[in-house]
């Protein structure tokens, strides 16, 4: 009777003793895969959980033995501030932007790696740093001295408002009116092609009347002066004034435009940074009068 009891008790506890075997293996390896990871807080309470006698004892020995290896090589920290009179004993610490408490001078224990520590104090002052935690690195003091790092500051204000502020480059009154001076110039000294080619055409015309005139009368059209009756030399006279007058004209305009341009490129350039103030004032005198322009440049 007692056989059959005990027979029938190892039937029942078999599927529950193999499906808590898996589960403890599957742990363990689970653990082992997140210290190659090196994501050694998780792996740790992965080995606390197969490490229980729950677990076939074969599997629970080893994940505890792991687990203490693990103790030895997982990193922690100890924050520290201090203030001008010693260590400050309060204010929220937070880790990789998780809050881990307040400053007690306990050791954190973190993953090998780089970390972001936020320091916030009740008087709203914040410190931030970065640190790099390698493995094995137990207890490693972080110490925020808010003296220090306040000088720091002052120092790189100062510096800010000691460094000179590059000098930019405005587009002043000058500098605009020397633009639209180039502009005009440039204008007329091309407009001086327009007269030039009348002047061309017309003086075209005239050799061409009097050529005609000539062949016609077998001599030459009167001086310019005179009045001929010849109709052809008569307009050849007059194509003659018109090439004068335009050639006049090009002339003018060719100097004129150029002058102008030439102003405006030194007003442009001289223009440059500082804006203009210019006066202008009439100037009277025993024998002239006019304008005359004053100012800084």
């Known amino acids: 009777m007692r056989i059959s009891v005990a027979i029938a008790a190892l039937l029942l506890s078999s599927p529950a003793f193999a499906e808590s075997t898996n589960s403890c293996a599957d742990a363990s390896e689970r653990a082992q895969k997140l210290v190659d990871e090196r994501r050694l807080l998780e792996a740790k309470t992965a080995f606390r959980s197969c490490a229980q006698s729950a677990c076939p004892a074969a599997i629970s020995a080893d994940c505890q033995s792991r687990l203490d290896e693990l103790k030895k090589t997982t990193p922690s920290i100890i924050v520290r501030v201090k203030d ?168 003018a305009l060719f100097i004129t435009g150029a002058v102008v341009a030439i102003t405006g490129v030194v007003l442009f350039v001289v223009g440059d940074n500082e804006p203009t103030h210019v006066a202008i004032r009439p100037l009277l005198g025993p024998s002239f009068a006019g304008l005359g322009v004053s100012g800084a440049f």
């Open 84 to 251: 001008k009179d010693g260590d400050v004993a309060s204010g929220v610490v937070t880790l990789d932007g998780a809050n881990i408490g307040v400053i007690d001078g306990q050791s954190v224990d973190v993953d090998p790696g780089t970390h972001k520590i936020h320091i916030q104090l009740p008087d709203t002052r914040t410190f931030d740093r970065q640190v790099i935690v390698a493995p094995g690195e137990h207890s490693r003091p972080v110490t925020f001295d808010t003296q220090q790092t306040q000088t720091q500051t002052q120092t790189q204000t100062q510096t800010q408002t000691l460094t000179p502020t590059p000098t930019q480059t405005h587009w002043t009154t000058m500098r605009t009116a020397g633009f639209v001076t180039i502009i005009i110039g440039a204008t007329a000294f091309a407009s001086a092609f327009v007269p030039q080619i009348l002047a061309f055409i017309d003086h075209s015309n005239a050799s061409n009347l009097q050529r005609r005139a000539n062949a016609a009368s077998s001599g030459s059209c009167p001086s310019l002066n005179g009045v001929s009756a010849n109709s052809d030399c008569a307009s050849a006279i007059s194509y003659e004034g018109q090439s004068s007058a335009s050639q006049s004209a090009a002339i």
